[in-house]
């Protein structure tokens, strides 16, 4: 089903927590919701869940203006981050919960009820698990089971809220490969929220950035890493450094010294180059950028050095070539090879 958001605007005692919101959710795809707390990301989503409803604007489900349909009116399925299982019941019991209760005329019987339940909890991979209590769970079954009970009710829309924010690294990588892949088997138009970028990008088909209540950008992963469009995206989306410069003539110049980079067609002034620590080389000699190394520390496979680089000390991060290894107080040289350029006005 396409949900479709136009100019959406909450208030909270008169404080705009949302601010002309648009955007247009397709049938089948998986909508990440990204960005810091605060940003309005979890409003979003409540409104479209038809917990809270918008101060102006209006929420369409198929083409149906759904802004003041219940939760119930909705059909919408529910992955919380804790959960939201019922203790006192079995796995078999919380996934059956949503039919159970349904209306009579749409009950189905009570045969119909434990047959679907006990496909889905094989649908999750914990058939042998049915008869067990919540308590009884880690933490990553416990989550399948949330999800298994969203599911049942045969929802239109399913919406996670931060589903792997309480579950340990590990588990969480291996619950968003299998949410992945539980998503290209049924096809539901899936919206979550997260501020957790890795999990945004490996997930999701299209992902939203928010910041301080608007879009601040939607596109694909690689859109969103590769091509940010504004400031605020690249430093929240992915590891990035940024330096105050100057644009004269088509070069960049770093306190007063001339760095060696074009800058194509960007116009003369103060600007914030941005850049990430992989897109760097260090460089023997010639026009760059130099720093002096406070800390070397390894990343996974990686080492990645922190300079403070021009007499302003500015912190930035570069990744080293694996021969490298310099010691702290060490002054390196480097130059991005991929970079963006923003106004300084942006920052």
Known sequence: MDVKLRHIRKEFDRYPALDDVSLDIHSGELIALLGPSGSGKTTLLRLIAGLDFPTEGTILFGGEDASCRTVQERHIGFVFQHYGLFRHMTVLSNVAFGLSVRPRKQRPDKAEIERRARELIDFVQLSDLENRYPHQLSGGQRQRVALARALAIEPTLLLLDEPFGALDAQVRRELRRWLRDIHERTRHTTVFVTHDQEEALELADRVVVMGKGEIEQVG?????????????????????????????????????????????????????????????????????????????????????????????????EIDLPDAVRPKRGAQLTFRPRVFQLYPAAQR
């Open 220 to 316: 694909s992963p690689d859109e969103i890493y590769d091509r940010p469009a504004s400031e605020f995206v690249f430093r929240f989306v992915g590891d990035s450094s940024v330096l105050d410069v100057d644009v004269r003539g088509g070069e960049l110049w770093f306190e007063g010294t001339a760095t060696g980079l074009s800058t194509g067609e960007v116009p003369d002034g103060p600007a914030h180059l941005c850049f990430r620590p992989h897109d760097t080389s260090l460089i023997d000699s010639g026009a760059g950028i130099s720093g002096i190394a406070t800390e070397i520390r390894r990343i996974g496979g990686i080492w990645r050095a922190t300079l403070h680089a021009g007499s302003g000390n500015a912190s930035v």
